[in-house]
């Protein structure tokens, strides 16, 4: 196999590992009410099916990002997925309702090794502004289809076959993504262990953002003035300074801080984060909207997103690469953020009456075909100026802030809306308020980004590897 096509075959084998994950968030959503059922979960406790494997994903991201740039990003997404796929069939044949959640949290933890580098792989694997620009169609494909494939896979699996099969299902694509991945993703050197590990910060990081993540989670059982949630929030806020401090005193930190100061990566993570908030929102409520004002049964609400996913897909399918090239990434971007806010203005109309075609439909095909406008610019300006070396950090950087602010975003919209409305009212602030969010994003990308140069998406200095020299 000629080394350019082994390339895109790696490609093709770390998207499906990122498949797993983007479905994995959504097709649980539907198997609930089965699981609860079977498993005798309370109404409180059904929760953790969801929560747990957001607390264990967003906590370990930015650590599996680093541990791929220190010892190999190969080694730690194979890791990931060998996790993700057993504890898939430790949560298939899950016996009570503590097993599942066990099994729900190893997953997340797996899926936080894999994803915390795939980015990197990329970014490392494609150096070309083209080919890159290429690659990153491909995974934005994968990241906005996930979802939707995961409501549709989920209401089939469930109601056809068993609940249990929605974890069963990701036991083959695992050992095809072990396999192949194992012998078609080249191994980056990895900047090594020998001058120690930053364990301490490992620890801090990692305990900060997860108290932060079950702060949020659990919000909405205690409220945000709650001795629970602002004493959590307020404990993760003290384990982040002290984590930011033992960083600049230390020779080789677990996240050099120079990283966090390159504009492009941290502004436009910034964004991303405002951007998922609303678009989370959006399948959120839409998926509610569409059961309870409409009667949609499971498969019919996945359905009804497939125009958002197709959108996407024709926009990821090469034309928002050739887009970019043409009017730049920035420019591209600020259109798709402007579409995304003009179809939840659109949604956040909508009434009982409302028939699915044409309002809806337009609606889902405006916010898909802004969605595939904006993720790639954001992906490709956020690694612009990242040195190879910090390819993973900057990634799992990245990832972590988009979790967490989408958590936040949702948890905020959700609170907000619920607290000041009720009925129709509800969807419509919330609609509205996920409007805001993108705005803010769109502000962001105005005032604090600019589009990179060709010699800037390209091949970044080794800084890093400088900097040891």
Same mark, same amino acid.
């Given at each position: 196999?000629?080394?350019?096509?082994?390339?895109?075959?790696?490609?093709?084998?770390?998207?499906?590992?990122?498949?797993?994950?983007?479905?994995?968030?959504?097709?649980?959503?539907?198997?609930?009410? *089965?699981?609860?059922?079977?498993?005798?979960? @309370?109404?409180? @406790?059904?929760?953790?099916?969801?929560?747990?494997?957001?607390?264990?994903?967003?906590?370990?991201?930015?650590?599996? +990002?680093?541990?791929?740039?220190?010892?190999?990003?190969?080694?730690?997404?194979?890791?990931?997925?060998?996790?993700?796929?057993?504890?898939?069939?430790?949560?298939?044949?899950?016996?009570?309702?503590?097993?599942?959640?066990?099994?729900?949290?190893?997953? +997340?933890?797996?899926?936080?090794?894999?994803?915390?580098?795939?980015?990197?792989?990329?970014?490392?694997?494609?150096?070309?502004?083209?080919?890159?620009?290429?690659?990153?169609?491909?995974?934005?494909?994968?990241?906005?289809?996930?979802?939707?494939?995961? =409501?549709?896979?989920? +209401?089939?699996?469930?109601?056809?076959?068993?609940?249990?099969?929605?974890?069963?299902?990701?036991?083959?694509?695992?050992?095809?993504?072990?396999?192949?991945?194992?012998?078609?993703?080249?191994? &980056?050197?990895?900047?090594?262990? &020998? &001058?120690? %590990?930053?364990?301490?910060?490992? %620890?801090?990081?990692?305990?900060?953002?997860?108290?932060?993540?079950?702060?949020?989670?659990?919000?909405?059982?205690?409220?945000?003035?709650?001795?629970?949630?602002?004493?959590?929030?307020?404990?993760?806020?003290?384990?982040?300074?002290?984590?930011?401090?033992?960083?600049?005193?230390?020779?080789?930190?677990?996240?050099?801080?120079?990283?966090?100061?390159?504009?492009?990566?941290?502004?436009?993570?910034?964004?991303?984060? =405002?951007?998922?908030?609303?678009?989370?929102?959006?399948?959120?409520?839409?998926?509610?909207?569409?059961?309870?004002?409409?009667? *949609?049964?499971?498969?019919?609400?996945?359905?009804?997103?497939?125009?958002?996913?197709?959108?996407?897909?024709?926009?990821?399918?090469?034309?928002?690469?050739?887009?970019?090239?043409?009017?730049?990434?920035? &420019? =591209?971007?600020?259109?798709?953020?402007?579409?995304?806010?003009?179809?939840?203005?659109?949604? @956040?109309?909508?009434?009982?009456?409302?028939? *699915?075609?044409?309002?809806?439909?337009?609606?889902?095909?405006?916010?898909?075909?802004?969605?595939?406008? @904006?993720?790639?610019?954001?992906?490709?300006?956020?690694?612009?100026?990242?040195?190879?070396?910090?390819?993973?950090?900057?990634?799992?950087?990245?990832? %972590?802030?988009?979790?967490?602010?989408?958590?936040?975003?949702?948890?905020?919209?959700?609170?907000?809306?619920?607290?000041?409305?009720?009925?129709?009212?509800?969807?419509?602030?919330?609609?509205?308020?996920?409007?805001?969010?993108?705005?803010?994003?769109?502000?962001?990308?105005?005032?604090?980004?600019?589009?990179?140069?060709?010699?800037?998406?390209?091949?970044?200095?080794?800084?890093?590897?400088?900097?040891?020299?």
């Amino acid at each position: 196999m000629s080394s350019n096509l082994r390339r895109w075959v790696a490609l093709v084998v770390v998207c499906l590992g990122q498949l797993m994950i983007m479905v994995d968030g959504t097709i649980v959503n539907v198997a609930l009410p *089965y699981m609860q059922r079977d498993l005798g979960f @309370s109404q409180s @406790s059904l929760t953790w099916v969801v929560n747990a494997y957001l607390i264990a994903f967003g906590s370990f991201l930015l650590v599996a +990002g680093r541990l791929g740039d220190l010892i190999g990003r190969r080694k730690v997404f194979l890791a990931g997925v060998f996790l993700f796929t057993v504890a898939s069939v430790g949560s298939g044949f899950a016996q009570g309702a503590e097993n599942l959640i066990i099994g729900r949290f190893l997953q +997340g933890l797996g899926g936080a090794l894999s994803a915390g580098v795939i980015i990197a792989i990329i970014v490392t694997g494609f150096q070309k502004p083209a080919e890159r620009a290429q690659a990153m169609s491909v995974f934005t494909l994968v990241i906005a289809g996930g979802g939707s494939l995961g =409501l549709l896979a989920g +209401g089939f699996l469930t109601e056809w076959v068993s609940w249990h099969w929605i974890f069963f299902v990701n036991v083959p694509i695992g050992i095809a993504t072990i396999v192949l991945g194992a012998w078609l993703i080249d191994e &980056n050197p990895g900047l090594g262990l &020998n &001058n120690g %590990v930053d364990f301490a910060g490992a %620890v801090l990081v990692t305990a900060a953002v997860m108290l932060s993540v079950y702060g949020i989670v659990t919000e909405a059982d205690y409220g945000w003035l709650s001795e629970h949630t602002l004493g959590l929030l307020g404990a993760a806020l003290a384990m982040l300074i002290g984590f930011v401090v033992l960083e600049s005193r230390l020779r080789n930190p677990l996240v050099p801080l120079r990283v966090l100061t390159i504009r492009t990566l941290t502004g436009a993570t910034a964004a991303r984060a =405002l951007l998922f908030g609303g678009m989370f929102t959006n399948f959120f409520f839409g998926s509610l909207y569409l059961q309870h004002m409409h009667g *949609y049964t499971a498969m019919e609400t996945g359905l009804a997103f497939l125009p958002t996913t197709l959108a996407v897909g024709v926009m990821s399918a090469g034309l928002a690469a050739r887009l970019m090239a043409r009017i730049g990434s920035r &420019n =591209l971007l600020v259109i798709g953020l402007i579409s995304i806010i003009a179809s939840l203005a659109i949604l @956040s109309t909508v009434g009982p009456a409302t028939g *699915y075609a044409p309002i809806l439909f337009v609606a889902f095909v405006i916010l898909g075909a802004g969605a595939g406008m @904006s993720f790639l610019p954001l992906l490709t300006i956020s690694m612009s100026d990242v040195p190879l070396a910090d390819a993973g950090l900057a990634s799992g950087f990245s990832n %972590v802030v988009m979790q967490v602010g989408a958590a936040l975003g949702l948890a905020l919209i959700t609170s907000i809306s619920s607290a000041h409305a009720q009925g129709i009212a509800a969807f419509h602030l919330a609609y509205l308020l996920a409007a805001i969010a993108v705005g803010a994003a769109l502000t962001v990308v105005v005032t604090v980004l600019r589009s990179p140069s060709p010699a800037r998406v390209a091949v970044q200095p080794d800084a890093a590897v400088e900097e040891a020299a």
